[in-house]
């Protein structure tokens, strides 16, 4: 089969047709750039999160003036994002259901998709989305196959190049040729010729074989600067039609893609060798010293767009009307396509992460620039007002009659200074009214307003409170403020279930291409042993396969804000228990229903969870499961278990073998049978 000349393009595109989507996406991707918040709000933000310098030079009322920002912002911002992480990550990130026959193997998919989530650091990168969407319009996750193309060797036997007489053809250094492939690879036999029957001359060669290896899915943060949604005009989900995200590659990248055939040579060749990336700065606008770079090192600005979208509306001459998913790479100012693919998962690879979605848009509310920023700017003013007061009040300014004969040039003021006067009255310091405790008034009534507009009081921040509340109070406090988190949690939780899902067909792709799959740890293995499932059933081998995954599952996000408060849920566990005990004096049938196994398992599986018990085994293994099975009640001959709290019975031997009393036999009657 001949070599194909482009594998960077899976549609077959003429020079012109890809010139006509390059300009069209080109075009697409300015008008979203122009539609999304300004980088420069998104950076203030950053800046009050880090706690950086707002007044600046032009803004301060002389040289040393203070310039402290607020720390609401960032108490807040970690506050929320604590109690999110800690609602979302518990033990189980997942709880996976299975439909139909897939029921049986849900058990397994739960387990292997929480080892894999810990192995490739999922929680990480899930929380820095988190802190993200705090801070910017939406937090952005991106879930992408890590494929790396690797060489391998391999020994093969390959055909010998014969002459017509059927001997071996060797070279100038008397070594055997070969027989080459259309691709110039070596010619492979695999066994007899089916026409002759007979085996072609061969030898074993080792070669260097490129292979992609699947390593399954893996997980980045893109910060907003960097993502688009396309059209950025869109108001809802539906109006969605392609994301966009912006990276940077070295020449000597974009080369080894295009000997790898996954980039176009012409459209490398058309970017030019100049560095695009002559400066960089930080999330909050801080510059970053970028090196000069030339040659190889020279960085090119490429977007990866993947759209759904159908190239007959699009393109002239397109004779295939599709709606799909494609993925590309793009130079937006140079107009030049790298590469357009088809995207085989056939959905969206970019989670958007918003805790407080916004009405009539794709975008959400910012916590920290949308709900608290007039307090925390408030807050900043006093702060610095403050600290210029006392600056005042502890520096005072003198008064220096005009000629006087004192002239702080001369005679600076200041420790055992000796100052020349004519009279007392000429040198006098400003009386300066105190104002320091109306100013702190006015900061602690902008904390607490911020602990209204956020739904965090310093209780429920890990904070000490300055005011005495009682007990109840507090309780009450927290309590409401949980109600308010949980709806933050439940929006966050949204986008799980779909990351879960893509992750899931992600990791189907990459067993599919390991025959023998991935062998789970032990740790894994005793979970499942403790949840009572037939290892040996479904996981033989103890390897997890592409097999394994297949059939339809639903991840549902597990924990709550109720869930996340180990202490409070150890109380209630053990309030619980002590209500069912009750319970069971009251009526008999409920203590009889505690007493089945599988209410044991239960308990006991909640209570290992509750206080962190390591070896769990010994009391959910198998070997535990079955000393709370009822063992079969061995009788003696002739005894049968009577109904329960009845002593056992004699048995009744039949009709047939009961002892007849001594006499003559009775007859039998003309039917044949005892009368």
Not at 358 to 376: A, D, Q, W
């Amino acid at each position: 089969m001949p070599k194909r000349v482009r594998t960077a393009f899976d549609v077959s595109l003429s020079a012109s047709q890809r010139e006509k989507l390059a300009i069209w996406l080109s075009q697409e991707l300015d008008y979203a750039l122009a539609a999304r918040t300004s980088d420069q709000e998104i950076e203030y933000y950053h800046t009050l999160y880090e706690q950086g310098r707002t007044r600046g030079a032009r803004n301060s009322p002389w040289p040393d003036a203070a310039d402290f920002t607020s720390a609401i912002g960032t108490e807040k911002v970690d506050a929320l994002k604590a109690r999110i992480v800690k609602t979302i990550f518990t033990e189980q990130i997942w709880t996976v259901e299975g439909v139909g026959e897939s029921a049986e193997k849900a058990p397994f998919v739960e387990e292997f998709h929480q080892w894999q989530a810990e192995a490739e650091g999922f929680q990480a990168a899930f929380a820095q989305a988190v802190h993200l969407s705090l801070l910017e319009p939406r937090g952005v996750l991106e879930v992408y196959e890590d494929r790396v193309r690797r060489p391998i060797r391999r020994t093969i036997r390959a055909q010998l190049a014969t002459a017509s007489t059927g001997e071996v053809i060797v070279g100038e250094a008397l070594t055997p040729q070969f027989v080459r492939g259309s691709d110039g690879g070596f010619q492979v036999v695999s066994g007899p010729d089916p026409a002759t029957g007979q085996e072609a001359p061969s030898a074993e060669v080792a070669v260097d074989a490129f292979e992609f290896v699947a390593n399954g899915p893996r997980e980045r943060v893109i910060p907003s600067r960097h993502f688009l949604v396309l059209p950025g005009n869109a108001t809802e989900r539906a109006d969605i039609w392609g994301y966009a995200k912006r990276f940077y590659r070295r020449l000597d990248q974009l080369a080894e893609r295009v000997r790898h055939e996954d980039y176009d040579a012409e459209a490398v060749a058309a970017l030019g060798t100049e560095d695009e990336r002559a400066q960089d700065t930080t999330l909050s606008g801080i510059p970053i010293s970028v090196p000069p770079k030339s040659g190889p090192l020279a960085e090119k600005e490429l977007w990866e767009v993947t759209l759904l979208a159908d190239l007959s509306l699009i393109l002239d001459e397109y004779r295939k009307p599709e709606l799909r998913w494609y993925v590309t790479t793009i130079h937006k100012d140079k107009q030049q396509i790298l590469r357009w693919k088809y995207d085989e998962i056939g959905r969206p690879r970019y989670f958007c992460i918003t805790p407080f979605p916004k009405p009539n848009s794709t975008e959400g509310y910012i916590f920290l620039g949308n709900k608290l920023i007039t307090v925390i700017e408030e807050n900043t003013a006093w702060r610095n007002m403050l600290a210029d007061r006392a600056s005042i009040e502890v520096q005072v300014p003198m008064k220096r009659r005009q000629g006087s004969l004192w002239d702080p040039d001369e005679e600076p003021f200041g420790a055992k200074a000796v100052m020349t006067l004519r009279d007392m009255d000429e040198v006098q310091p400003f009386q300066i009214p105190q104002m320091t405790a109306p100013a702190r008034e006015r900061i602690i009534d902008t904390e607490r307003q911020a602990e209204k507009l956020a739904g965090l009081t310093d209780i429920a921040s890990g904070v000490n409170p300055n005011e005495d509340r009682t007990l109840g109070e507090n309780q009450m406090v927290v309590f409401n403020s949980e109600i308010r988190i949980d709806e933050v949690v439940k929006n966050v939780q949204e986008p799980l279930e779909e990351i879960a899902q893509v992750r899931h067909l992600m990791w189907k792709r990459a067993l599919a291409e390991r025959e023998d799959g991935v062998e789970l740890p032990e740790s894994r293995l005793i979970g499942l042993e403790t949840r009572g499932v037939d290892i040996t059933r479904q996981m033989p081998d103890a390897r997890v396969t592409a097999a394994l995954l297949e059939g339809t599952y639903r991840f549902k996000p597990k924990g709550s804000v109720e869930t996340a408060d180990k202490e409070r849920s150890k109380r209630v566990f053990n309030e619980s228990l002590s209500s069912l005990a009750q319970l069971s004096q009251v009526n008999v049938m409920i203590g009889t229903l505690l007493q089945q196994p599988v209410v044991a398992k239960a308990l006991l599986e909640k209570w290992a969870y509750l206080y962190n018990v390591d070896d769990k085994r010994a009391f959910l293994g198998a070997d535990a499961m079955r000393l709370l099975q009822p063992q079969p009640q061995v009788m003696p001959p002739g005894i049968m278990p009577g109904p329960p709290g009845l002593p056992a019975q004699p048995t009744m031997p039949p009709p047939s073998v009961m002892a007849r009393a001594p006499g003559p036999a009775p007859a039998p009657s003309s039917s044949g049978v005892v009368q």
